[in-house]
């Protein structure tokens, strides 16, 4: 099934988070916290502004993004569980700030 977000939602699959901490501890599953991360799976057209222009969306397909412990709402398609949130609720897109040292 295929799904499009209206306006300026974005459709967000969860990241699972480290299984170990950095000292090498193993976290069961009934400690781990829900991940804050996730991958963009799908964008919207854009929100309107008070004169109807179209204000396009900063994240795309494919991003790494940051979002709140309770942004979104959890949805399930196609048997994934998925997040529908508005951009406003993504705090910002996570970068390989090494890989692109190396390239320059």
């Known amino acids: 099934m295929n799904f499009r977000p209206?306006?300026?939602?974005?459709?967000?699959?969860r990241i699972d988070?480290?299984?170990?901490?950095?000292?090498?501890?193993?976290?069961?599953?009934?400690?781990?916290?829900?991940p804050s991360q996730g991958e963009v799976i799908a964008v919207g057209p854009g929100g309107r502004d008070e004169t109807g222009?179209?204000?396009p969306i900063d994240v795309q397909v494919g991003d790494r993004v940051l979002f709140?412990?309770?942004s979104g709402t959890e949805v399930k398609?196609?048997?994934?569980?998925l997040l529908i949130?508005?951009?406003?609720?993504?705090?910002?897109v996570l970068t390989d700030v090494?890989?692109?040292?190396?390239?320059?």
């Open 6 to 13: 209206l306006h300026d939602r974005v459709v967000v699959r």
């Open 17 to 34: 988070a480290e299984e170990k901490t950095a000292g090498g501890i193993i976290i069961p599953d009934t400690a781990k916290e829900k």
């Open 53 to 55: 222009k179209l204000i």
């Open 68 to 70: 709140g412990k309770w």
């Open 77 to 81: 398609l196609d048997s994934q569980e």
């Open 85 to 92: 949130m508005k951009e406003s609720d993504i705090m910002g």
């Open 98 to 104: 090494f890989s692109k040292k190396k390239a320059a």
